[in-house]
Every structure is written in structure tokens, then in C-alpha cells.
Nanobody, 115 residues
Framework: QVQVVESGGGLVPPGGSVRLSCVAS????????MSWYRQVTETHRDRVAA???????TYKDSIEGRFTISRDSAENTVYLQMNNLKPEDTAIYYC?????????WGQGTQVTVSS
């Protein structure tokens, strides 16, 4: 069993920055993928960034270099640094752990970009 807990987020002005954190605990195995998603409709979440246990990263094309995903292996923590935020980045952001073919979700954290 894996538990995932996000933190960070809040109200940010356009052009501002925020860092989200995600702590994973439990049996992560030898290979896993940690991802950040955001809710775009009631039934659909878009993956915005991912990092695997080797440190390989992938990003959604539209992020345009504004977001950076990183991890602290010792703390089992993954970060999403979001810069130059736009109103359309407003969403609930979820952390996800893919371990041994199973997906584990956090509770989500709200990011609101508004003046």
C-alpha cells in the first residue's frame, strides 16, 4: 500500500510562483513514476509533469517550460515548481504514484491564479 499526500497551493497572482509538494510513503518498489495532474473537467485530469525513479522527467507540451518537477529521494518527496502562472493554470492539482501497475492518488490541492 502506498499513501500520497500533497501540500502547497493557494491563491497566487498572475505571473507569480508556487511550489507543490508530494510525500509518498509505503512500499514504492524498485521502479515507480510520480506525476502531477490537474483537474480540467469533472471527469478528466491532465498530467502536467512526471518523474520516475531513475530521475527521468516528462512534461505536458503546453507547460512551455514554466513548471519543473523534481524529487528528493531521501525524503520520498516530489515537488512541482510552477512559475509565471496564468489564470488558466487554476485547478485542483493531484499527485499520483504509479507503483507495480497500481495508481495511488492524493487528496488534491487547489491552486488559484487570480489578481
Amino acid at each position: 500500500q502506498v499513501q500520497v499526500v500533497e501540500s502547497g497551493g493557494g491563491l497566487v497572482p498572475p505571473g507569480g510562483s508556487v511550489r507543490l509538494s508530494c510525500v509518498a510513503s509505503g512500499n514504492m518498489g524498485s521502479f515507480f513514476v510520480m506525476s502531477w495532474y490537474r483537474q480540467v473537467t469533472e471527469t478528466h485530469r491532465d498530467r502536467v509533469a512526471a518523474i520516475d525513479s531513475r530521475g527521468m522527467t516528462t512534461y505536458k507540451d503546453s507547460i512551455e517550460g514554466r513548471f519543473t518537477i523534481s524529487r528528493d529521494s531521501a525524503e520520498n518527496t516530489v515537488y512541482l515548481q510552477m512559475n509565471n502562472l496564468k489564470p488558466e493554470d487554476t485547478a485542483i492539482y493531484y499527485c499520483n504514484a504509479l507503483v507495480d501497475g497500481l495508481y495511488y492518488w492524493g487528496q488534491g490541492t487547489q491552486v488559484t491564479v487570480s489578481s
